[in-house]
């Protein structure tokens, strides 16, 4: 059994050989620092990055019991459905203790929405299992990334065996979801190309065959609200549901024209409701 001065000196021999090694470390870090051009460095750091991730994916990419699917904001030249349906449908998610958000409203939302931050993640839950999502946003790097735009993605993160859930099932869902959504934002539009200005208009004062454009149509007159009688009203309601549940106008119910009108009534009469002048219904 070693006596307790062989302990002594044998920890006193290890702590000196540290204090050796940590000090010949420092000296290379700082001859490293001092030689090498930080272009190789941050290279040869990338390199050795890339390689370690790579290894650690393969080796314990293994056992992971996880999915990470990634949707871009662009598919290609298009923008990506499922993308701003995601952007749309996790506003109904937002924790409401979230310590940063995001406000925004356009002309043609009625309400002022909410949106996480880069970064931020949300946790959703389908048919009993959990679902996370993560915002990343990668912005160009300085000087070169003078000529590249940001790039803007979701990443959704699941376990295996809810995959074929989460392609076949939820994501149709969020899609759904937002699409509703949408529906529901929608305003009401009046369309119109009667501008003062055209394309070829510098100076704003051309013929009139300018750009189309359109407002709002926020009137505070209701069709209930119309003197009508009340038989005649019904009439006119359900045709104009007809109008806009119908995929293609055709035939017996009307078509839309240059006048943007709907017929009702038989067909050759003279009866006809003109949509432009209606108020909100």
Not at 24 to 39: G, T
Not at 77 to 84: C, E, G, K, M, V
Request: charged share 30%; hydrophobic share 35%; with cysteine.
């Amino acid at each position: 059994m070693q006596s307790f001065g062989e302990m002594q000196s044998m920890a006193t021999n290890i702590f000196s050989a540290y204090a050796s090694v940590a000090a010949s470390v420092m000296l290379y870090r700082s001859m490293v620092n001092d030689i090498i051009p930080e272009p190789v460095k941050a290279f040869f750091y990338s390199a050795f990055d890339r390689f370690f991730k790579s290894f650690f994916d393969r080796f314990f990419g293994k056992f992971s019991t996880h999915v990470t699917v990634v949707i871009d904001e662009q598919n290609g030249f298009t923008r990506n459905q499922i993308y701003d349906a995601a952007e749309i449908y996790l506003r109904t998610i937002i924790n409401p203790e979230a310590e940063r958000l995001k406000a925004n409203k356009s002309s043609n939302q009625k309400n002022i929405t909410l949106s996480i931050e880069k970064g931020q993640e949300l946790t959703d839950s389908y048919n009993g299992f959990q679902l996370k999502w993560q915002f990343i946003l990668v912005e160009p790097d300085g000087d070169k990334g003078r000529f590249q735009s940001e790039k803007k993605y979701f990443e959704l993160t699941f376990e295996k065996q809810n995959k074929d859930t989460v392609l076949k099932d939820y994501l149709p869902f969020v899609l759904a979801k937002a699409k509703e959504m949408k529906e529901n934002e929608r305003a009401v539009k009046l369309y119109t190309r009667d501008c003062p200005f055209d394309n070829n208009d510098d100076d704003g004062g051309g013929n009139g065959g300018g750009y189309w454009g359109c407002v709002n149509l926020d009137h505070p007159v209701t069709f209930d609200k119309l003197a009508m009688d009340p038989n005649m009203k019904r009439t006119i309601i359900e045709d104009l549901d007809r109008f806009v549940r119908r995929k293609i106008i055709t035939g017996k119910w009307g078509r839309p024209g240059r006048e943007d009108t709907c017929c009702t009534g038989r067909r050759g009469q003279e009866s006809r409701v003109w949509l432009q002048p209606l108020p909100t219904i």
